[in-house]
């Protein structure tokens, strides 16, 4: 097997050894394409990274559902009427459709987006006040800085306990000071705070000033019978968020009697779109990378070829001489393409050494994440050994052209006396 | 050794066609030192170049050893070249990277001897051309008739069953010609089969037949007494 001919090898490493200078500007080509290459591909990993690490504690496949106002007249109702959900409507709804994974029902104090007073020795935040379920917690993640988030047995037994934000820790509290097990007053009831959360970084839909009760503390508490806000809904891994809103809104109009055209009196927003979004762009960025990447490499190698021809045509007499000492045209293609192979897969590696150097500088600058969404750039083994592999093909192709050219060399004209 | 029947040569020059070799008959039998005379033009080198199967003929007969030399394709050409023969030129055309031993050893790779053999054989050959010396030395670092004492040392080292010399001593001064014919009428001593072209009388009169050359035919093909060059050196 010539691959491990050591003569053959010996043979191309003197040549390129003894043109240093030829072969570093030749390599040089290379070495910046695929610098570029890998820059291009880091950057964009760090951006996907980046965004993964903004929606980290979001489930991507989950959709939040809310009553609105009607919009047509139905069944002898105006329009305009304001639908609101009962807590039934949770387990009707995952009753009927298997999909749903998880259902968390929440309640809200005031109207959606409404703060309401919170009180504590004096102070006051404006803070919004939800009644909600542990589950909630599956589907946006609080990072709890202390305490704990609510759980089953202040469900069952109407705990008079709240988990609070930072936030509104801050308004109520001083620097400092031990917020767990103190009370917090709400429309004259008192609750004690047993966890706080802080911002992650991540897309917050409830704000850092915000005060979460449990759901039937809420219902006792703020009198709010059998009511429901709005629900947050995550649905099964292979299930598509669309098709289990469609069926929620069927049941939900069907109960509600609302028009089946009416697009406005059910609120609801599908979290996994802007997921798709965000994964397309970064893939469509990928994509794009690699494809300048690819044709910046072709370029390079080109270049190399260009040289080897130069090289070729430099080398005629010396090709000749061996063609006259008995090297066929096999032997001389192999040595001119393994020139261009070695030329190639060592410049392609002294380019991802200094890539991936510059990448490390850019993580230890950057790669935090904290001002934009740029974490951890690096390429993945299979991106590189694609790249890698792509390259090499490419130079044994482009080596080609040098290679036959070499080839056509007579040896009577190469050796014709000047 | 060596058999020609009736050759031709022509090129092409655009429209109109160059004659060159007009049916040459030649013959050489194994151990002779034969001199091909001629002016420029004369059709040597075209000679040399069919005996080399650089250059294929138009038509006629040419045996080497036994085996004919017909429409061969470039590897089998490679092939006979390296087997057969051992090319001496007259700009010696040494690999200018590569030390005096490597050049030597340079066909014997193509020959796919073993890398230790190889060092071995090229060192024994630079031995016998009383270079061992300089065995590491880039050609440059290496005087004109070093040099083509290195050629003659790689023509060797594949043990042909010819060697042909195209103007050997063309580059180098009257003395150290002589160094150099010396050593190819040793070489030819151990029974060796050598062809030099050449148009300088006194290296001519160093073989021991003279072929001469005029226009495309043989004029003159004379046995002369060899003048041994060691007396000049």
């Known amino acids: ?418 | 050794m060596i058999e020609i029947k009736d050759l031709h040569k022509s090129y092409r020059m655009g429209s109109n066609s160059l004659h060159v070799l007009k049916g040459i008959n030649f013959s050489a039998k194994a151990g002779e030192l034969v001199a091909i005379m001629g002016s420029s033009g004369s059709g040597k080198s075209t000679l040399l170049n069919i005996l080399g199967m650089l250059d294929g003929a138009d038509s006629g007969e040419y045996v080497l050893d036994g085996v004919p030399i017909k429409d061969l394709t470039e590897t089998k050409a490679a092939q006979y070249r390296n087997k057969f023969l051992g090319f001496i030129f007259q700009s010696f055309n040494l690999i200018n990277y590569k030390s005096a031993l490597e050049n030597v050893a340079l066909p014997l790779y193509y020959q796919k001897v073993g890398r230790k053999e190889r060092q071995e054989k090229a060192l024994n050959y630079l031995e016998r051309v009383g270079l061992k010396e300089w065995a590491t030395h880039l050609p440059s670092e290496l005087s004109g008739g070093q040099k083509q004492r290195v050629a003659i040392a790689r023509a060797m080292a594949a043990e042909p069953k010819v060697l042909l010399a195209d103007e050997p001593t063309g580059a180098l001064d009257s003395k150290t010609s002589y160094e150099v014919m010396d050593l190819i009428q040793k070489i030819n001593d151990e029974g060796n089969t050598i062809l030099v072209v050449t148009h300088e009388e006194d290296i001519a009169h160093m073989c021991k037949r003279i072929v001469h050359l005029k226009d495309g035919v043989i004029v003159e093909d004379k046995k002369v007494n060899q003048v041994r060059a060691e007396q000049y050196v």
Request: net charge neutral; glycine share 8%; proline share 4%.
């Open chain 1, 1 to 418: 097997m010539w691959l491990f001919d050591k003569d053959l090898w010996s043979e191309v490493f003197h040549t390129l050894g003894k043109n240093l200078f030829r072969t570093f500007l030749t390599m040089l080509g290379v070495i910046f394409a695929m610098i570029i290459l890998i820059l291009l591909l880091g950057s964009a990993n760090g951006m996907s990274n980046g965004f993964d690490k903004v929606f980290a504690g979001t489930a991507s496949n989950s959709l939040f559902v809310w009553g609105q106002s009607t919009s047509e007249p139905y069944k002898g109702f105006e329009r305009g009427r304001r639908i609101r959900y009962k807590i039934e409507d949770a387990d009707i709804l995952k009753r009927q459709i298997p999909e749903i994974e998880i259902l968390a029902p929440r309640i809200e104090l005031g109207s959606h987006r409404e703060t309401v007073s919170v009180y504590r020795e004096g102070r006051t935040s404006g803070s919004s006040v939800y009644g909600d379920y542990p589950e909630i917690d599956n589907i946006t993640k609080k990072k709890l800085v202390e305490g704990r988030f609510l759980n089953k047995t202040d469900i069952d037994e109407s705990k008079k306990i709240c988990v609070i934000g930072e936030e509104t820790y801050k308004l109520l509290f001083d620097k400092g000071e031990n917020a767990i097990g103190q009370d917090i007053r709400i429309n004259g009831v008192f609750f004690t705070v047993v966890g706080i959360y802080k911002p992650n970084n991540n897309i917050n839909i409830d704000g850092e000033n915000a005060v979460f009760i449990p759901f039937t503390t809420f219902q006792k508490s703020f009198n709010t019978g059998d009511r429901m806000g709005w629900m947050a809904i995550a649905v099964e891994p292979n299930t598509k968020v669309p098709v289990v809103e469609k069926q929620i809104k069927e049941i939900l109009k069907t109960k509600y009697d609302i028009h089946p055209d009416d697009k406005r009196a059910i609120g609801s927003f599908d979290m996994s779109e802007i997921f798709n979004n965000i994964s397309s762009f970064t893939n469509v960025l990928k994509g794009f990378s690699f494809f300048v990447g690819i044709f910046t490499l072709l370029a390079g190698v080109i270049a190399i070829s260009n040289i080897l021809l130069i090289t070729v045509k430099e080398r005629t007499k010396e090709i000749g001489v061996r063609r006259a000492l008995g090297a066929t045209p096999k032997v001389v293609r192999r040595q001119i393409i393994v020139e261009a192979i070695v030329l190639t897969a060592f410049a392609g590696l002294i380019g991802f050494a200094i890539s991936v150097g510059i990448l490390a500088m850019l993580n230890a600058q950057w790669g935090s994440g904290e001002d934009f969404p740029f974490v951890n750039p690096m390429i993945s083994i299979p991106q590189f050994g694609i790249s890698f592999l792509l390259m090499v093909s490419l130079s044994v192709l482009i080596g080609l052209i040098p290679a036959n050219k070499a080839v056509k060399v007579r040896p009577i004209e190469a050796l014709r006396e000047e």
